[in-house]
């Protein structure tokens, strides 16, 4: 069981998309992590949570990151309908 950072659901691991933070200078950029393999602390996510995630500042807080984050791949990989593992 994971809990979604947008609605704080706790679901299956299945029903949720990973997603782990690449720091660029003082950047984070949020990407994906559809294979739940990637190194590092990740945050869970159901697909249709992420403004709900942002509005309530959810990344900073799961990551333990203070800087800005862009969300830019991740938002794309979201609207383009990318399926679930």
């Not at 992420?50 to 791949?73: T, V, Y």
Request: aromatic share 4%; hydrophobic share 35%.
């Amino acid at each position: 069981m994971r809990t979604c950072v947008g609605c704080r659901r706790s679901q299956p691991r299945s029903h949720l998309l990973r997603v782990v933070m690449q720091v660029v200078q003082d950047l984070g950029r949020l990407v994906p992590d559809p294979l739940a393999r990637e190194k590092g602390r990740g945050a869970w996510l159901h697909h249709e949570c992420l403004e709900e995630a942002m509005r309530r500042k959810a990344f900073n807080r799961a990551l333990k990151f203070d800087g800005s984050l862009e969300i830019e791949a991740l938002a794309e990989y979201l609207s383009n309908g990318s399926e679930r593992r």
